[in-house]
Nanobody, 128 residues
C-alpha cells in the first residue's frame, strides 16, 4: 500500500527557511518520480518540485527556483524539500505525491494528473 505523509510546515518570517519532509512507503524510490505541490488559499494546486531517481532529473517551478532544493533519503524513506528565502507568496498547503505509473524516458516534472497517490499536506505560513 502506497502511503505518503508530509510534515515540517509551520509559521516562519519572510526570509526564513523551512525543511519539508515527505515520509513515503509502498513503492520504490528508484523507479517512481515524486513531486511536491502546493495550494494557496483560493488558488489551484501547482507543482513546486519533482525528483526522479530513475533518471536523476529534478525540477523546480520558476517561483521557487534558486530557493528550493529537493532530495531523497533512501535510508529514511523520505523526500526532503528545503525552502530558503521564503516569501509571503509561498504560503500554502504543501503536499507530496508519487506518479501512478512509471513514465519511462520522461524526466521531471510531472503534471498533477500523473500523480496517483497523495499524502496529507503540511501548512506553510510566511509572515511579512
Amino acid at each position: 500500500e502506497v502511503q505518503l505523509q508530509a510534515s515540517g510546515g509551520g509559521l516562519v518570517q519572510a526570509g526564513g527557511s523551512l525543511r519539508l519532509f515527505c515520509a513515503a512507503s509502498g513503492f520504490s524510490f528508484d523507479d517512481y518520480a515524486i513531486g511536491w505541490f502546493r495550494q494557496a488559499p483560493g488558488k489551484e494546486r501547482e507543482g513546486v518540485s519533482c525528483i526522479s531517481a530513475r533518471d536523476g532529473s529534478t525540477y523546480y517551478a520558476d517561483s521557487v527556483k534558486g530557493r528550493a532544493s529537493i532530495s531523497i533519503n533512501n535510508a529514511e524513506r523520505t523526500i526532503t524539500l528545503q525552502m530558503n528565502s521564503l516569501k509571503p507568496e509561498d504560503t500554502a498547503v504543501y503536499s507530496c505525491a508519487v506518479e501512478s505509473i512509471i513514465m519511462v524516458d520522461t524526466p521531471c516534472p510531472r503534471p498533477r494528473s500523473a500523480m496517483g497517490y497523495w499524502g496529507q499536506g503540511t501548512l506553510v505560513t510566511v509572515s511579512s
